[in-house]
């Protein structure tokens, strides 16, 4: 089944009690954000012997702990609320449940139902019938965002499943810090000897074994994750994992596409740098021990789900974007410049025909339309990713990002029947700004415009061996050479295969590097036009709408820009495709330098 973009959550089944009746669940315990054990028949005896207000101050009391803002508690209270009869509490409560939690589309039908039939007279009764409804809890967090979207209209680039891996498997996985024996062992299991793990700190890691990283490589990794995960918890206030996080380190695409499969059973498409899963906590990405700016992205949301599951999406996903690109400042870890600047520009945006929302529809985005919308529009996803990513960016130009996360991480809830409204986020984003959302809209758009404009400008910031980031081209590889470079090297390796026992896969492969190559030189011809167009072209200028208000910009930029860009994705598939034909070759007995 496809996924979204972001958030692929694993769940658990609970069960309604229907005929006008409550089944909450047939299990005995239910993982809540990885860690946290509800009783479900504890709960739903309670309920059926006709005491939700006990079952109310419960929830509501366990909701307050590490791991306790899930959407199963918050489905308690919410229905212990309407079989008191507080029917606009309660679908206050399965409100915020649909707006703040990452939920599968069945799961969203059955809170609907919820919030329809709580108006209905309800009976308690113990006997149920078994229709299964999942909400989920623990989780895998997909990161497309991680790496670029190639065709934002290829449904292939979602993740998706083999097998769900089952929650007492995922927590099967979780180790107290003194079990770091334990862990090794049971991880060994689960990836074999092709695998290297190392137990160090407040953490397994696990490498290829081909990667041959050492000790001193291995202290530097988790020395690194560590610091981060110190800022984050001290830095924004929040409660960090109390277990061993499994942190599983790819050389490259090919590795994390085995990894995922192997300890995830998904199947992971060429755009994903990374990925992270809540429920065993462990972080998954392309990394090298001096660039793991993508494992910084994922222990993010570890750490922020751990102690504030429903951070609502724009700020969830815009955040750990932030640390994807970052250094250190002092004792801060500071979001650098994002690629994702390119996905706000007018070409993207007319390529895909999408417009940038405004910032008072972006903050009230629910998982699903931050996502892409029901239908996982992917170009609407990015965009919203991007944007997202930006705004951050300007909030931390202001100084407020640790005043942000505050507020969100400690949001009031709908709370009971006598409690106000819960605030909306643009309520909470003005009291911490302290300005209205047009005056925050006009002053974002105004840094955003001149962001735009120094696309493709150096930055001292940016550069430097204390940034942290996702491996960049040079060191991912393909932008080490040009395409022509890569294109030899690619049919030298054809050439070795098709005297090889494999000479039956070389026809495949001939025909994937053609494409390739036809659709380079469609935008190579394209940028060397536009590098000749004539004089007076070339300073014409246009205007535009950007966020509503009048800008000005170089159509002739827009279009170098563009071409440059496509020319650089087929670049990028060519040296994946050389990626994938390298260890064939290997295997046949000729080893090529890369």
Avoid at 230 to 251: C, E, H, M, N
Wanted: glycine share 6%; net charge negative; with cysteine.
């Amino acid at each position: 089944m496809s996924l979204t973009l972001d958030e692929i959550y694993y769940s658990n089944t609970i069960f309604c009690m229907r005929n006008i009746i409550l089944l909450v669940a047939s299990i005995l315990t239910f993982t809540c954000n990885a860690q946290k054990k509800i009783d479900h028949q504890y709960f739903q005896q309670i309920l059926a012997a006709g005491d939700p207000g006990r079952v109310f101050r419960e929830a509501t009391q366990l909701r307050k702990d590490v791991y306790g803002k899930c959407a199963f508690l918050d489905y308690y209270i919410g229905k212990s609320l309407c079989l008191s009869g507080f029917v606009p509490k309660s679908r206050e409560w399965f409100h915020y449940i649909l707006d703040h939690y990452p939920l599968k589309q069945d799961a969203r039908d059955f809170i609907s139902n919820e919030i329809v039939n709580c108006a209905k007279p309800v009976v308690l009764t113990s006997s149920a019938t078994n229709t299964p409804q999942p909400l989920p809890v623990a989780g895998v967090s997909g990161v497309s965002k991680s790496g670029p979207t190639y065709d934002c209209k290829d449904k292939s680039q979602l993740i998706t499943y083999s097998d769900i891996v089952s929650d007492s498997t995922l927590e099967s996985r979780l180790f107290p810090l003194s079990e770091k024996n334990n862990a090794i062992k049971k991880i060994q299991n689960l990836v074999g000897r092709e695998y290297q793990v190392n137990a160090r700190d407040k953490y397994i890691l696990v490498t290829p074994e081909q990667m041959q990283i050492n000790a001193d490589e291995v202290k530097q990794v988790t020395d690194n994750l560590e610091k981060a995960k110190q800022f984050f918890a001290s830095y924004y206030g929040l409660r960090a994992p109390d277990k061993l996080i499994t942190v599983y380190l790819a050389g490259n695409w090919d590795d994390l596409k085995k990894m995922g499969a192997k300890v995830h059973n998904l199947i992971i498409p060429e755009t994903i740098y990374g990925y992270s899963v809540l429920g065993d906590l462990s972080l998954l990405g392309i990394a090298s021990p001096d660039q793991i700016g993508t494992l910084y992205h994922e222990l993010f949301h570890l750490i922020v789900r751990t102690d504030a599951g429903d951070l609502p999406a724009w700020l969830d996903e815009g955040m750990a974007s932030l640390y994807s690109t970052s250094y250190w400042q002092g004792d801060v870890l500071m979001g650098g410049n994002s690629w994702r600047i390119a996905q706000l520009e007018s070409g993207y945006l007319s390529d895909t025909g999408q417009q940038i929302p405004l910032l008072d529809s972006l903050v009230n985005y629910n998982w699903q339309e931050f996502n892409g919308g029901a239908e996982t529009d992917l170009c609407r996803a990015a965009v919203n990713y991007a944007l997202a990513n930006h705004f951050l960016l300007f909030i931390q130009s202001q100084n407020k990002l640790h005043d942000l996360v505050n507020k969100f991480s400690k949001r009031p809830d709908p709370g009971d029947q006598q409690s106000p409204p819960a605030p909306d986020d643009t309520r909470l984003l003005e009291e911490v700004l302290q300005k209205p959302i047009e005056q925050v809209q006009k002053e974002f758009s105004d840094w955003l415009l001149l962001q735009s404009r120094n696309v493709g400008a150096s930055s001292n910031i940016n550069s430097g061996s204390n940034i942290n980031r996702p491996m960049n081209e040079e060191e991912l590889g393909y932008g080490a050479a040009s395409f022509d470079s890569w294109l030899s090297r690619t049919n030298e390796l054809l050439n070795t295969l098709q005297n090889s026992p494999k000479s039956d896969m070389v026809p495949t492969y001939t025909k994937k590097v053609n494409a390739i190559e036809k659709k380079y030189r469609k935008w190579e011809t394209k940028y060397n036009r536009y590098l000749t167009e004539p004089e007076h072209k070339q300073s014409e200028i246009r205007e535009r709408e950007f966020f509503g208000q009048s800008a000005f910009y170089d159509p002739l930029d827009i279009n170098v820009n563009k071409a440059k860009a496509k020319m650089n994705e087929q670049k990028e598939k060519l040296w994946i495709l050389y990626k994938e034909l390298k260890p064939l070759v290997n295997n046949t007995g000729r080893q090529q330098a890369f």
